[in-house]
């Protein structure tokens, strides 16, 4: 079994998050309660919610909440969801699936502590920063230059934690041909997706809209807990065919 370093983010946080005086670090919204959720609802969503049964669900995630999710995206249907008790056990399960020994990956950087450490701990890891001399922007030229034969994942993360970026439509759907010309899963971070306005030429759902020739080409993670102030809840999904082939 492989063998993960400290996560020294989480670490901390377990260290200072429920006992520090000021918490200044969030990276998430003020969370809602029970009653400020179901305030929200009609009356056909809040039956459902109150009958809802506790028990186990089918192993991929309850069919409903698969499609759902499915329906928030241009190219996906539900057999393309996978649910998981938040995006750190579907980010792990990602990389576990799609990185083995002798494999190389490409990580955009800063981001999420183990966006960087998971991969570490399974194959060799090329770091690509966005320029902050250019508003953070992600520099595809660079991407391209570090990219190897045993290239077998590039990972993003927008919009990006911790700066806030948003690379627009023309520069994904590049970024996407540019994997998908070689054979590479581009693997999308969109925690943070509903931040971006929406005058901004920025599709939702980033890379599930990008067109690519190959259908398990696109993976992507997204949850509740980043902008949904629904921390409890715990719904992430994979949204990709290849965790269902490989």
């Not at 194959?123 to 966005?130: H, K, M």
């Not at 599709?203 to 509740?224: E, K, M, N, S, Y």
């Amino acid at each position: 079994m492989t063998r993960l370093p400290d996560f020294r983010l989480e670490t901390y946080f377990s260290r200072w998050e429920f006992t520090a005086r000021h918490h200044l670090t969030a990276s998430d919204v003020k969370t809602m309660t029970l009653a400020e959720l179901l305030a929200l609802a009609d009356d056909k969503d809040r039956d459902a919610f109150e009958n809802l049964s506790l028990g186990y669900t089918e192993t991929f995630g309850d069919p409903a909440l698969r499609e759902v999710i499915a329906e928030t995206y241009e190219h996906a249907d539900a057999d393309d969801v996978i649910c998981f008790a938040g995006a750190e056990e579907a980010l792990y399960l990602a990389m576990s699936v799609l990185l083995g020994a002798g494999d190389h990956a490409v990580v955009v950087t800063p981001n999420y502590q183990a966006a960087e450490t998971v991969p570490l701990a399974l194959c060799d890891v090329t770091g690509v920063a966005l320029d902050p001399e250019r508003d953070w922007a992600l520099d595809l030229d660079a991407v391209a230059a570090v990219l190897r034969p045993n290239t077998r994942v590039v990972s993003v993360n927008f919009p990006n934690n911790p700066t806030g970026k948003v690379i627009d439509a023309a520069d994904f759907t590049a970024l996407a041909r540019l994997c998908d010309e070689r054979g590479i899963h581009l693997f999308s971070d969109e925690v943070y997706r509903g931040l971006v306005a929406e005058d901004r030429d920025v599709p939702a759902g980033l890379l599930i809209q990008a067109p690519v020739d190959r259908p398990d080409a696109a993976v992507t993670v997204a949850d509740l807990t980043g902008v949904g102030a629904l921390d409890a809840a715990l719904a992430s999904a994979v949204v990709s065919a290849l965790l269902t082939e490989s």
